[in-house]
């Protein structure tokens, strides 16, 4: 090879590694991937190959020997969380897609072996890893996988999520004990629900919602989140077992998350009858899965084994490849949201994709757009994240015809013509015109759903009460009469007093929901309803600080911030006390069904497990008198404290001398 070439392969090089670099900060500390998996690894394999056939252009920095990092430092939307050091580097899993390369790995197994043993087969989750050190039986620090060496000190939430214990009974020895932080799919989903019902951008797929929630600014939004952990290795010095199995045994007999999947197979044939079973199987499960990690079960032969520097020798995993499809695309529209957020949406040829029939694609935004190099007309390569949103991945270049046109993003908002704004925390362009006809339409159509309102409309009758004039804000619909609804096309005295009635028996709907009806930014139906538990009364709330708002559990500073923007604009508040006029709930009527006065002037703060759900136990505290906060204080009269109570709470009760009350003496107190 003369110089020109190796110039050009020391080239490649290069480009591969920034690349690489890019999307591992894409990937674990945005937790926004812009290619999908099977796409980084095929360019991490190219990298491989390339530094193997020419050693002299290897580097200790290059992404082919280091682990990538999740450390947030100054991550948009993340905070900066104090780092420790791994007690025992957390490395990361090689891989493939090829069956037949784990039968290399098998050969290489066997020969540092000598004898027979066992290889133990997991489900591989698709999360964000997580290390949990426990002390005498009590866990003390969780840490991400950080850069390997050091991880981000995430224990504050990771002590939310209710299927990992804070104390599994008493252990003589410390261990650390790892695994995967997942979100599962229902969780997902109602995640990714109210994002889109409060104007919020949706997660691609559960592992970016897993990764982004574990390293959200609270950890009150950590706990509503969802959240799950599944362990799957267990490390420390001069621990009493011999393998791998025996010990995620001694796992689960001390209540830790463990899957229930496992196998221990005798051979690589017993491997692959595993492999070939949960490829099929997995799209049954509640939750997302990547792969299958196959461990040899023998602690001693993994020591013998040993590690390279980026990933252990004793353990490989295999990716199910990610089923796509591609297809041409014939346009982008773009949308306005309700809170103005303008979406990119792909309009495709249907294709079957996953068991449906796949038209439409989200391209997310305007820099995702220019990061695919997308155009018209070109044929694109469409995923679902995590089997459930179909996205775009790629673009087939080969294919790209000679007229295929590039497109640009407005900058003026497609409906209304209002200049748009970008919020760079977001990536996101806004329309601020809260007049433009498809923000109002929006709002209408929130507040007139079944979960606020519940009015008897649809789409098109909004569309056309606001084509013919008839309502421009939220106080319009209370003021239509049946003269004006039979204007509308289709519509007869029967379907007109249907309309009607419905509006009329919307002034019943509880406060909670007429607060998630008004549509406030950032503000989902579950957080609607403790706040109108927390304050009573909409007076209470126009007058609340921020900090006011952030003394509530679940309430994080990006919704408080939101709050206090929108009760200080005048025209929202001239527009409540129209709605208040015509006599719709801005108070908690609960207290005309109370049960008792047993609790009046109390405090409560509730933390851990119950016999019942947290939510019917703060209904019984607000049932009695009393009123319920999110964290201890010198104002708080009592702690109620159930199983796995939050062990910084009892802490911080017990040096406040708060009295901690047991679920038991709580209806003591209530029934007395």
């Known amino acids: ?301 993994q020591t013998r084994l040993g590690y390279t520097a980026k990933s252990p020798r004793w353990a490989t995993a295999y990716k199910f490849k990610p089923e796509q499809a591609l297809t041409r695309l014939l346009s982008i529209d773009y949308q306005v949201g309700r809170t103005g957020a303008v979406t990119p949406v792909a309009n495709l040829d249907p294709v079957p994709l996953s068991g449906t029939t796949v038209k439409r694609a989200s391209l997310h935004n305007a820099d995702q757009m220019e990061l695919l190099d997308i155009r018209i007309g070109d044929y694109v390569y469409v995923e679902k994240g995590g089997e459930i949103i179909p996205k775009i991945t790629g673009v087939e270049l080969s294919k790209r015809p000679a007229e295929a046109e590039v497109p640009h993003f407005p900058t003026i908002c497609p409906d209304c013509g209002a200049p748009l704004v970008k919020d760079e925390s977001e990536a996101r362009h806004y329309c601020l015109n809260e007049a433009c006809p498809t923000r109002v339409k929006g709002a209408f159509l929130h ?73 406030i930014r950032h503000i989902g139906e579950t957080t609607a309803k403790t706040l109108a538990a927390r304050f009573g009364n909409i007076e209470a709330m126009e007058k609340a600080s921020r900090e006011e708002f952030l003394e509530i559990e679940d309430i994080g500073e990006v919704i408080a911030d939101s709050l206090v923007e929108y009760f200080g604009n005048e025209g929202h508040r001239r527009i409540i006390q129209e709605l208040r006029d015509f006599g719709l709930q801005f108070a908690d009527n609960s207290a005309a069904s109370r049960l008792s006065d047993r609790l009046s002037g109390c405090t409560v703060v509730v933390s851990g497990n119950f016999t019942r759900p947290r939510d019917e136990m703060k209904a019984l505290i607000a049932a009695h008198g009393g009123k319920n906060t999110g964290s201890v204080s010198g104002k708080t009269t009592y702690l109620l404290a159930g199983e796995k109570a939050g062990p910084e709470k009892l802490a911080k009760a017990e040096k406040l001398g708060v009295k901690v009350i047991t679920e038991e003496e709580f209806y003591s107190i209530i029934n007395s």
């Not at 005295?493 to 002034?507: D, P, Q, R, T």
């Open 1 to 301: 090879m003369d110089f020109k070439d190796k110039k050009e392969v020391q080239k490649r090089i290069e480009f591969l590694r920034q690349e690489l670099e890019k999307h591992n900060y894409r990937y674990y500390v945005l937790n926004d991937p812009q290619i999908s998996d099977f796409e980084y690894d095929g360019m991490m394999s190219d990298l491989a190959s390339l530094e193997k056939m020419y050693p002299e252009f290897a580097s200790p920095d290059s992404p082919t020997v280091k682990v990538g990092s999740d450390i947030a430092g100054k991550a948009p939307g993340t905070r900066e969380f104090r780092q420790y050091r791994h007690r025992y580097p957390m490395l990361s899993l090689g891989n493939t897609y090829n069956i037949e390369e784990l039968q290399d790995f098998d050969r290489r197994a066997r020969e540092g072996a000598g004898s027979s043993f066992n290889y133990s087969c997991e489900l591989k989750f698709d999360g964000t890893a997580i290390c949990l050190t426990y002390s005498k039986g009590r866990l003390v620090r969780a840490l991400t996988r950080g850069d390997g060496t050091v991880g981000d000190d995430v224990t504050d939430n990771v002590r939310t999520i209710s299927s990992i214990p804070v104390h599994i009974g008493d252990v003589p020895w410390d261990f650390e004990i790892r695994g995967e932080i997942y979100m599962p799919f229902a969780s997902f989903n109602a995640l990714n629900e109210e994002r889109l019902d409060i104007g919020d951008q949706p997660f691609a797929n559960p592992r970016n919602a897993a990764a982004g929630s574990l390293k959200t600014l609270d950890p009150k939004e950590v706990h509503r989140r969802g959240l799950e952990c599944v362990l799957y290795h267990i490390i420390g010095d001069d621990l009493p077992f011999k393998y791998h199995s025996e010990a995620l045994e001694w796992a689960a007999g001390h209540n830790l998350p463990v899957s229930k999947y496992s196998r221990l197979c005798h051979d690589m044939d017993e491997v692959r009858a595993y492999i070939s079973e949960w490829d099929t199987r997995r799209k049954t499960l509640p939750f997302a899965t990547d792969g299958i990690v196959i461990k040899v079960d023998d602690l001693a032969l």
């Open 447 to 519: 507040f007139i759903s079944r979960k606020a309102m519940n009015i008897n409309a649809g789409e098109a009758t909004i569309d056309q009460l606001y084509d013919k004039g008839y309502i421009r804000e939220l106080p319009d619909l209370y003021r239509l009469n049946m003269e004006q609804l039979l204007t509308l096309d289709g519509w007869k005295e029967k379907s007109a007093g249907n309309f009607l009635e419905s509006v009329s028996a919307s002034v019943k709907v509880p406060f909670g929901r007429v607060l998630f009806a008004l549509g």
